[in-house]
């Protein structure tokens, strides 16, 4: 089970950091992703990140968005620096039961409910 939660409304340039807890002990030893979809547009890999703690990102999102794990507190968090109203979406975490994160939406098990990111002045 996953919970994601952080979003809300910013204004452009400013900042937010996205959480997604997990249940039981799969942190530790899967790839995480997060997702974002806007309206209208299809669902965006925006980073990963391994059991070993490699990271990946979108290019759209490169040296603005740093994506981090504590496993102790089975926590993902995707920090969002610099936000641009394009960035507006419903952000999702999603669990990759392997070690090395997948770049293909179906191949996700888990995927939490969701938190909007708004970016508007």
């Known amino acids: 089970q996953l919970q994601a939660c952080g979003g809300g409304l910013v204004q452009p340039g400013g900042f937010l950091r996205l959480s997604c807890v997990g249940s039981?002990?799969?942190?530790?030893?899967?790839?995480i992703g997060w997702y974002r979809q806007a309206p209208g547009k299809q669902r965006e890999l925006v980073a990963t990140i391994s059991s070993g703690h490699t990271t990946n990102y979108a290019d759209s999102v490169k040296g603005r968005f740093t994506i981090s794990r504590d496993n102790a507190k089975n926590t993902v968090y995707l920090q969002m620096y610099f936000l641009e109203p394009e960035d507006t979406a419903v952000y999702y975490c999603a669990v990759n039961r392997k070690p090395v994160p997948s770049r293909v939406a179906s191949e996700y098990n888990y995927w939490g409910q969701g938190t909007l990111v708004t970016v508007s002045s």
């Open positions: 039981g002990n799969m942190f530790s030893r899967y790839a």
